[in-house]
C-alpha cells in the first residue's frame, strides 16, 4: 500500500521565480492538506483540498494556490518567491475533510536564494 | 483561534525512563488530537490519533490521553529507548479552525 509520496525531494529556487511541488495520497483517501514548516518550528497549515475544491485555508497570501485533480492528486504552487519561503512543504491525505487521522508524506525541501 | 502548546520543549534523558510529553490547547471544540513523531529533516509519522469522544489511545509502549475540559493531552512512552530520539508534535483538528500544531518536543534519549 503506497504512502503519500510527494516530489521533487530538494529545490533551490531564486527569489521572484515560480515553484510547483506534487503531491500523491496515501491510496484511498480523497482529501490533501499543505503545510509550510520552518525550522524548529511545528507546520503551519496552507490549504486543504477535497473533490477539487480548497475547502479550508490558512493565513498565506494569494501567492500561494492549489489544485486538486480528479485522481485526488495535489499541486501546491507558490509565486514570486521569496526569503521567507525557503521552508519544508508537507503534503498530508486524509479520508474526509474532519476528523479522519492524517498521514504525512517526505516533504519537498524549498531553498530561495 | 486555537493556540497550542507543547511543554517541555527540549528533553534529555537516559535510556529506560519513562516519559510525559504534555500538549495543552484553548479551544476543547475539536475533532480529535494527534501525536506525531518526526526525524530531523523528514515528515511526520502518526503515532497515535484520539477522537473526540475517547479518552486515551495506546500503542505499544505508547499511550495518550485527552481531556478536552481541561484544554490538555499527555504522551507517555514507557522504556525509552534511544531510538525514540525525535521531535514530538501535537495536532488539533476542529470544525470552527484550521488543523494547528505544536511547536514540538525534541527528544534525546542516551544510551
Known amino acids: 500500500d503506497a504512502g503519500v509520496t510527494q516530489s521533487p525531494t530538494h529545490l533551490i529556487k531564486t527569489r521572484g521565480q515560480q515553484v510547483t511541488l506534487r503531491c500523491s495520497p496515501k491510496?484511498?483517501?480523497?482529501?490533501v492538506s499543505w503545510y509550510q514548516q520552518a525550522l524548529g518550528q511545528g507546520p503551519q497549515f496552507i490549504f486543504q483540498y477535497y473533490e477539487e475544491e480548497e475547502r479550508q485555508r490558512g493565513n498565506f497570501p494569494d501567492r500561494f494556490s492549489g489544485h486538486q485533480f480528479p485522481n485526488y492528486s495535489s499541486e501546491l504552487n507558490v509565486n514570486a518567491l521569496l526569503l521567507g519561503d525557503s521552508a519544508l512543504y508537507l503534503c498530508?491525505?486524509?479520508?474526509?475533510?474532519?476528523?479522519?487521522?492524517?498521514?504525512f508524506g517526505p516533504g519537498t525541501r524549498l531553498t530561495v536564494t | 483561534k486555537q493556540e497550542v502548546t507543547q511543554i517541555p520543549a527540549a528533553l534529555s534523558v537516559p535510556e529506560g525512563e519513562n516519559l510525559v510529553l504534555n500538549c495543552s490547547f484553548t479551544?476543547?471544540?475539536?475533532?480529535?488530537l494527534q501525536w506525531f513523531r518526526q526525524d530531523p529533516g523528514k515528515g511526520l509519522t502518526s503515532l497515535l490519533l484520539i477522537q473526540s469522544s475517547q479518552r486515551e489511545q495506546t500503542s505499544g509502549r505508547l499511550n495518550a490521553s485527552l481531556d478536552k475540559s481541561s484544554g490538555r493531552s499527555t504522551l507517555y512512552i514507557a522504556a525509552s529507548q534511544p531510538g525514540d530520539s525525535a521531535t514530538y508534535l501535537c495536532?488539533?483538528?476542529?470544525?470552527?479552525?484550521?488543523?494547528?500544531f505544536g511547536r514540538g518536543t525534541s527528544l534525546i534519549v542516551h544510551p
Open positions: 498530508a491525505s486524509s479520508l474526509g475533510t474532519g476528523q479522519y487521522e492524517q498521514y
Open positions: 479551544d476543547s471544540a475539536i475533532y480529535n
Open positions: 495536532a488539533l483538528s476542529g470544525g470552527s479552525y484550521i488543523p494547528t
Open positions: 491510496s484511498g483517501h480523497d482529501t
